[in-house]
């Protein structure tokens, strides 16, 4: 079984100020599971919203193997997991090309850390950070909780311009 929890933080440009940043640095990198469906595959997806007042709402989903999931994609490889990053359009940054982020094994864990900023035609420019924790091992309520990370990447960058 492989679990994957990605929390979405969203804002727009009005709320790139110092006292929003805090309250966004606030909202955890990871929280309970819920209850789970018998899935090989099973994604957390919470969203923490500007507009929401960043409370963050859920929703739990099952999937079979290949999958893609907003950025990311994951197969299976033999008794491993394949995690996969895929292109995110009309997003800076522009220079995320496909490639693998992590191979999990049974009883490893991975964190995936990026941001965006989304612009297009017939929207407004708005920004998000993700933090993806992966695990392939059995479901437990707190299993993200626990700090055990056995892969950790960060591909943050600075949004705004300048040093991230």
Same mark, same amino acid.
């Given at each position: 079984m492989v679990i994957v929890q990605r929390i979405v933080i969203r804002w727009t440009k009005q709320a790139r100020g110092a006292e929003e940043a805090t309250r966004r640095r606030e909202i955890p990198s990871a929280f309970e599971l819920p209850p789970m469906p018998d899935?090989?595959?099973?994604?957390? %997806?919470?969203?923490? %919203?500007?507009?929401?007042?960043?409370?963050?709402?859920?929703?739990?989903?099952?999937?079979?193997?290949?999958?893609?999931?907003?950025?990311?994609?994951?197969?299976?490889?033999?008794?491993?997991?394949?995690?996969?990053?895929?292109?995110?359009?009309?997003?800076?940054?522009?220079?995320?090309?496909?490639?693998?982020v992590f191979l999990l094994h049974p009883g490893e864990r991975a964190r995936y850390r990026a941001n965006f900023r989304f612009s297009g035609y017939s929207t407004q420019w708005y920004y998000e950070q993700w933090t993806v924790n992966i695990a392939h091992e059995p479901w437990r309520r707190d299993l993200f909780l626990a700090e055990k990370v056995d892969h950790d990447k960060d591909e943050r960058v600075s949004l705004y311009g300048g040093h991230r």
């Amino acid at each position: 079984m492989v679990i994957v929890q990605r929390i979405v933080i969203r804002w727009t440009k009005q709320a790139r100020g110092a006292e929003e940043a805090t309250r966004r640095r606030e909202i955890p990198s990871a929280f309970e599971l819920p209850p789970m469906p018998d899935a090989p595959l099973i994604v957390h %997806d919470l969203l923490a %919203d500007e507009q929401n007042r960043y409370a963050p709402t859920g929703v739990v989903n099952g999937h079979s193997f290949p999958a893609r999931l907003d950025g990311l994609r994951f197969r299976l490889s033999e008794a491993a997991v394949e995690v996969e990053r895929t292109p995110v359009w009309a997003a800076y940054p522009t220079n995320r090309h496909p490639s693998r982020v992590f191979l999990l094994h049974p009883g490893e864990r991975a964190r995936y850390r990026a941001n965006f900023r989304f612009s297009g035609y017939s929207t407004q420019w708005y920004y998000e950070q993700w933090t993806v924790n992966i695990a392939h091992e059995p479901w437990r309520r707190d299993l993200f909780l626990a700090e055990k990370v056995d892969h950790d990447k960060d591909e943050r960058v600075s949004l705004y311009g300048g040093h991230r």
